[in-house]
């Protein structure tokens, strides 16, 4: 299976242009669609500073492929063989943008959801087909997170995920293939961490300065390099369960949202996007510290890339 010719991204928000720079990249003709125009221009930009990290990480151009800035969904629609949908995290519009694709599309095109955490099954009701409908999510920044979840529904045909799997693979990324569940596996380990970590914060037990220095150093470096079943070999199983017999009991269960999580929002302090949140920003912080997380995700990409996975 290579790359569809044609390939339609519906939603331009976080997700969508990056998406969009990395198929276009590997030869795809890309429909981005959204329902402003205001939209679509900053999306535009985006889509330029992907392509400038896709340039940085030596990411080879193959002809043919394009993106189209679309308002007209059933042009972004026509002709695609693999429509990603990528709109806010809202059930009952994701199911209505459902609808539309699937009345749009070719029989045989995958319609694939890059939701985070919506059980596919659940957003499937709706749709005539829903053997073609299939969880296809992303890791932010989409352009250079190289890893994919794939996710069946209850109804997904077995061929969608061997030929979604086949294009994940033909644009070098690498496909994690698992069963349904809620927040899918990214998301489950991500939020475990960030619990223990909030809760850690709350208790006083260490700023959010030396956490977030303690686990980019301590875990964060260790686990880019040795996944987490093969950490467990090379500590060792015993040790593990001796370690695990006391502190389980002690970690954070906590399965509501974290308070300081929730007084934050309250007062709209919603992190870099208002300027303020578990740290301040000044004014120009935010575009470097994003220029700063961009370039070493870039850096370590290079990195990880030229070793051996362990």
């Known amino acids: ?32 669609n959204d329902i402003s125009e205001d939209v679509l221009a900053r999306a535009e930009g985006i889509c330029a ?19 189209a800035y679309e308002l ?17 995290e809202k059930i009952e519009l994701k199911k209505t943008v459902l609808r539309q694709i699937e009345a749009a599309v070719a029989p045989d095109a995958i319609i694939a959801t890059n939701t985070s955490g919506i059980p596919i099954s659940d957003m499937a009701v709706v749709m005539d087909h829903p053997e073609r409908f299939i ?3 992303w890791s932010n920044p989409p352009h250079l997170i190289p890893m994919i979840e794939v996710v069946k529904g209850e109804r997904t045909a077995e061929d969608v995920e061997a030929r979604l799997i086949e294009i994940v693979q033909a644009f070098g990324y690498e496909a994690v293939v698992e069963k349904e569940v809620p927040g899918f596996i990214e998301n489950r380990i991500l939020y ?9 914060v709350e208790q006083g037990v260490a700023s959010q300065k030396d956490l977030d220095t303690c686990v980019k150093w301590g875990i964060g470096y260790k ?16 040790i593990y369960e001796s370690v695990a017999s006391y502190l389980n009991k002690d970690l954070s269960n906590e399965s509501g949202v974290s308070s300081l999580i929730t007084d934050l929002t309250k007062q709209n302090k919603l992190g870099m996007k208002t300027g303020d949140g578990m740290y301040a920003y000044g004014e120009g912080d935010v575009a470097a510290k994003r220029g700063d997380i961009v370039r070493g995700l870039v850096t370590v990409r290079k990195a990880l890339s030229s070793i051996t996975p362990v």
């Open 1 to 32: 299976m290579t790359m569809p010719r044609i390939s339609a991204v519906i939603g331009s928000g976080s997700m969508g242009p990056g998406i969009a720079a990395l198929l276009a990249r590997y030869g795809s003709e890309v429909r981005l």
């Open 49 to 67: 500073g992907a392509e400038k990290v896709l340039d940085e990480l030596g990411v080879p151009v193959t002809p043919g492929g394009s993106i």
């Open 72 to 88: 007209d969904q059933a042009k972004a629609l026509a002709g695609a063989g693999l429509v990603i949908e990528a709109i806010p």
């Open 135 to 137: 969880g296809m999510h």
């Open 192 to 200: 475990a961490i960030l619990r223990e970590c909030l809760s850690l």
């Open 223 to 238: 686990l880019a390099v040795i996944g987490p079943m093969r950490l467990l070999d090379m500590a060792g199983l015993d």
